[in-house]
């Protein structure tokens, strides 16, 4: 008999937020910038001896800034990619397969967490 723990779980079935705390705007084009605050023991010497920005900017592609603020944990990956589809059509193609991979992205670096 599986367990909970042993059932994989299906990545289309996550809700992914946007991380408290992160701080992002909108430019007049419909773009989204990430801001990064680079912290710790490391960057803050990374930031002394090789001019390292206190601060990156992550610039989105159309695709992400159209994504961007939907991350708000109550869609799932697989509701998000309706409207995506409906935005860029062939363009999104293979949907669902990028949309994971992108989410999964922005996990990995801090940006999204998962409710």
């Known amino acids: 008999m599986k367990t ?3 059932r994989k779980e299906n ?3 996550r809700f992914p937020c946007r991380r ?6 909108l430019d007049e084009e419909g773009r989204v910038t990430l801001e990064k605050e680079n912290r710790g023991f490391f960057n803050r010497l990374f930031q002394l001896l090789l001019h390292k920005p206190r ?5 989105l592609d159309e695709m992400g800034s159209f994504l ?16 995506v589809r409906e935005r860029f059509g062939e363009k999104a193609e293979p949907l669902y397969e990028r949309l994971c991979r992108y989410v999964e992205i922005l996990h990995s670096y801090g940006f999204v967490d998962f409710h």
């Open 4 to 6: 909970k723990k042993n």
């Open 11 to 13: 990545y289309l079935d």
């Open 20 to 25: 408290e705390g992160l701080e992002w705007k």
């Open 55 to 59: 601060v990156s900017y992550i610039h």
């Open 68 to 83: 961007w603020p939907k991350l708000d944990g109550t869609l799932s990956v697989l509701e998000l990619g309706e409207p």
